[in-house]
């Protein structure tokens, strides 16, 4: 069984073409994980995986010190190649907020950030973040 998962790992490496600029960023790091742990698994040094991950990715590729860790990792048992979850202060920013937010800027969009975030409770820098990255605005 664990051939045949082995062999799709390989064939899917193979064939599915190296897009970086496609990709989302957490999609590429994630591609990249697996690889890593493919190669781990194929009995390559890290030397040898750095080396490869760099002729395919060129400047997308991981830093030698993350792929040092992530075979760490493995070699400690690490079977999961997602991220922990993260600890220390949760996010203010909820579905609730961003969702009020977006009712701001849909019934005024030349408020500024300062007074949306008076408006919502929220502090400017936030109130940024969440233009940005949520709801992919440009304020």
Same mark, same amino acid.
């Given at each position: 069984m664990v051939k045949w998962i082995l062999l799709f790992c390989f064939l899917c490496l193979l064939f599915l073409?190296?897009?970086?600029? &496609?990709?989302?960023?957490? =999609? #590429? &790091?994630?591609?990249?994980? =697996? #690889?890593?742990?493919?190669?781990?698994?194929?009995g390559l040094s890290t030397v040898e995986i750095i080396r490869r991950l760099r002729q395919c990715h060129a400047q997308a590729a991981l830093c030698a010190?993350?792929?040092?860790?992530w075979v760490r990792q493995l070699k400690d048992g690490r079977t999961t190649l997602r991220d922990l979850p993260k600890i220390g202060r949760p996010t203010k920013l909820t579905r609730d907020k961003?969702?009020?937010?977006?009712?701001?800027?849909?019934?005024?969009?030349?408020?500024?950030?300062?007074?949306?975030?008076?408006?919502?409770?929220?502090?400017v820098a936030t109130v940024h973040k969440c233009v940005r990255k949520n709801l992919h605005l440009k304020k």
């Open positions: 073409p190296c897009q970086c600029a &496609r990709h989302d960023i957490e =999609v #590429e &790091r994630r591609q990249q994980r =697996v #690889e890593i742990k493919f190669m781990w698994l194929l010190a993350t792929v040092y860790w961003i969702r009020r937010i977006r009712n701001e800027l849909d019934t005024d969009p030349t408020l500024s950030l300062k007074e949306i975030s008076r408006c919502v409770g929220l502090g």
